[in-house]
Each structure stands twice: as structure tokens, then as C-alpha cells.
């Protein structure tokens, strides 16, 4: 029972455990995120990447451009996941792709689907930019983010 107890109660179950936590944070989701949705959007080229503008646009006013708005939504889960993946700009990239997840979620609700899924991804990447992308990470490798001890 004592056992149990440290398991489950114990502020730091092993060593750099919030490391580990945040490394893991980054690269599941980001993983699923290019597999099941970038790496499509990236491959299908433009007239998949103004169906996605065309798609999201119009639900805030903007009737232009759906090629460009497309592509950052590829580029986004199909390139700015890999970013978060290896923590290089993570903070930049969890930026864009949180505004990506907004309007896909955005876009499923008005089209009467369910909007979980972008939701959750949008949830995960906004903690990213909370907590950074943690000491396992090429931003702070090379220095562009401090950790405290």
C-alpha cells in the first residue's frame, strides 16, 4: 500500500520527470497530427490546399487567397508538427498550428461534425506554448530557450 502510495502521490516520480512529460507531449500528438492529417494535405498539392481555404475562409469574411490560406494549413500540420517533434521554434510553430486547429474545429461545427479532435490538438499546442518545449528540445540545445533549475 506504501508503494502504491509513492506511485501515485509522490511529486516526482523519476528524475527530469516534467522533461520527459513535455518531450512526450510534443512528439505523440505532433506525430498523429502529420501522419493522419499533414502529411495528406502536404502531398495533394494546391488544389487540395485551396479546397482547404475555400473550406475555412469564408466563415470569417475572407473570400481571397484560399491557395495561400491552404498551404499554411498544410504547412502547418505537415512541416510546423516535425518542428515541434524535435522542439526547434516550438512556440512559433504551436502558434501556427493552434490558429490551423481554430479553424478546422471552426469548420467541423459549421458543417455538423464533430469538432473534438482539432479541439484536443488545439488544447495540447496551446499548453505547448505555455509551458516551452522543455529540456529535450533543439531550442534549448541551441540555446534559444533557458530552463530554470
Given at each position: 500500500?506504501?508503494?502504491?502510495?509513492?506511485?501515485l502521490f509522490?511529486?516526482?516520480?523519476?528524475?527530469?520527470?516534467?522533461?520527459?512529460?513535455?518531450?512526450?507531449?510534443?512528439?505523440i500528438?505532433s506525430?498523429?497530427?502529420?501522419?493522419?492529417?499533414g502529411?495528406?494535405?502536404?502531398?495533394n498539392?494546391?488544389s487540395?490546399?485551396?479546397?482547404?481555404?475555400?473550406?475555412?475562409?469564408?466563415?470569417?469574411?475572407?473570400?481571397?487567397?484560399?491557395?495561400?490560406?491552404?498551404?499554411?494549413?498544410?504547412?502547418?500540420?505537415g512541416?510546423?508538427?516535425?518542428?515541434v517533434?524535435?522542439?526547434?521554434?516550438t512556440?512559433?510553430?504551436?502558434?501556427?498550428?493552434?490558429?490551423?486547429?481554430?479553424f478546422?474545429?471552426?469548420f467541423?461545427?459549421?458543417d455538423g461534425?464533430?469538432?473534438e479532435?482539432?479541439?484536443?490538438?488545439?488544447?495540447?499546442?496551446?499548453?505547448?506554448?505555455?509551458i516551452?518545449?522543455?529540456?529535450?528540445?533543439?531550442?534549448?540545445?541551441?540555446?534559444?530557450?533557458?530552463i530554470?533549475?
Amino acid at each position: 500500500m506504501e508503494r502504491l502510495k509513492t506511485i501515485l502521490f509522490k511529486e516526482n516520480l523519476f528524475d527530469n520527470n516534467m522533461d520527459w512529460g513535455i518531450l512526450t507531449l510534443r512528439i505523440i500528438p505532433s506525430f498523429y497530427l502529420f501522419y493522419y492529417h499533414g502529411l495528406r494535405k502536404l502531398t495533394n498539392g494546391m488544389s487540395s490546399w485551396e479546397w482547404l481555404g475555400e473550406a475555412a475562409m469564408p466563415l470569417i469574411g475572407i473570400e481571397f487567397g484560399f491557395v495561400f490560406f491552404g498551404f499554411l494549413a498544410a504547412f502547418s500540420e505537415g512541416v510546423l508538427t516535425w518542428f515541434v517533434m524535435v522542439g526547434f521554434f516550438t512556440r512559433l510553430s504551436s502558434i501556427f498550428i493552434v490558429i490551423t486547429m481554430f479553424f478546422a474545429g471552426l469548420f467541423h461545427l459549421v458543417d455538423g461534425e464533430s469538432a473534438e479532435s482539432a479541439f484536443i490538438y488545439l488544447t495540447i499546442y496551446v499548453c505547448l506554448i505555455v509551458i516551452g518545449p522543455g529540456k529535450y528540445s533543439l531550442d534549448h540545445k541551441l540555446g534559444l530557450i533557458k530552463i530554470k533549475k
